[in-house]
Structures are given as structure tokens and as C-alpha cells.
């Protein structure tokens, strides 16, 4: 696995953050799939695409993902939404997740919303991230304290 940086970030050391990625990404995905990942972490600022962001991922070429994270979030709030787009990284790696159209591919995920409602809280994906990020964060806290 391959973990690089764009941009500056001067709350985090890159060390900790290429540690913590590489924690949370063997609590979603086997080791084989981990192995062949690349990701491009991005700390840039200023960009119009992000106004209302606090992350978002997408897939460059399959098993390489660009996430971007606001690099004026607190500390807390900047792993929190690293663990949020790792869980959608997750999904492009699996397949469950179009990374072109944002489709839900896995009839697993699709069952989390039966009402077919596009309202962000209930599209399966973000149900997902959300609903796993919290755990990520706790379980690398405690492992690493
Ligand atoms: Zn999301």
C-alpha cells in the first residue's frame, strides 16, 4: 500500500496519518486488497469543488483513490472524515459503489434504503460511512494511545 500527500496540513504528522489509514483501512478490507491500494491523501485549499465539503473520495484508476480533507477542520474532526471516506473507499475496492455514477451496486447496501428516497441520510453509502466512522476513529484511539 502506497499513502502520498498534496497540500499542507500543519495540525497532523504525515507518519501518524499514513499509521491511521493504513489501521482503518485492515479493519474494512483483507490484507491482499490493502496491498495493491494506492492513496492520495490531499490537503488543498481553495478549491470551488469543495465549498460545503468536508472530504470526499473518488477513484482515479481501480485500486488508486484521491481523498481530499479540509485542512481547517479540527484535529477530531479531520479523522473522523478520513474514516468516512475510507469506508467509501471500501466500497469503490468492493465494487459496491459506482465510482462514476455513485450507483449502489451491492443489493446489501441497496436494502438500507427501502424507500428510494435521495436525501443524502438515506443513501446506502452514506449510511455505511457514516454509521462506521465513529468505530474506526474509537478503535484507533485506543489502539494507539
Ligand atoms: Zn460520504
Same mark, same amino acid.
Do not use: A, F, Q, Y
Given at each position: 500500500m502506497k499513502v502520498t500527500f498534496m497540500g499542507q496540513n500543519n495540525k497532523v504528522k504525515y507518519s501518524d496519518y499514513v499509521k491511521m489509514t493504513k489501521y482503518m483501512l485492515e479493519l474494512l478490507l483483507t490484507p491482499k486488497e490493502i496491498n495493491q491500494l494506492t492513496v492520495n491523501l490531499s490537503f488543498e485549499?481553495?478549491?470551488?469543488?469543495?465549498?460545503?465539503?468536508?472530504g470526499e473520495t473518488f477513484e482515479e484508476e481501480f485500486g488508486e483513490y484521491h481523498i481530499w480533507i479540509? %485542512? #481547517?477542520? &479540527?484535529i477530531r474532526e479531520q479523522i473522523l472524515t478520513t474514516a468516512h471516506e475510507l469506508v467509501h473507499v471500501k466500497q469503490f475496492v468492493r465494487k459496491?459503489?459506482?465510482?462514476?455514477?455513485?450507483?449502489?451496486?451491492s443489493r446489501s447496501l441497496r436494502?438500507?434504503? %427501502? #424507500?428510494? &428516497?435521495?436525501?443524502y441520510f438515506d443513501n446506502p453509502s452514506e449510511i455505511e460511512a457514516n454509521g462506521r466512522a465513529p468505530g474506526l476513529v474509537q478503535r484507533y484511539m485506543r489502539n494507539s494511545s
Open positions: 485549499r481553495g478549491n470551488p469543488d469543495h465549498v460545503g465539503k468536508k479540509r %485542512p #481547517t477542520m &479540527s459496491e459503489l459506482c465510482p462514476t455514477t455513485g450507483k449502489i451496486l436494502k438500507l434504503n %427501502p #424507500t428510494n &428516497s435521495d436525501d
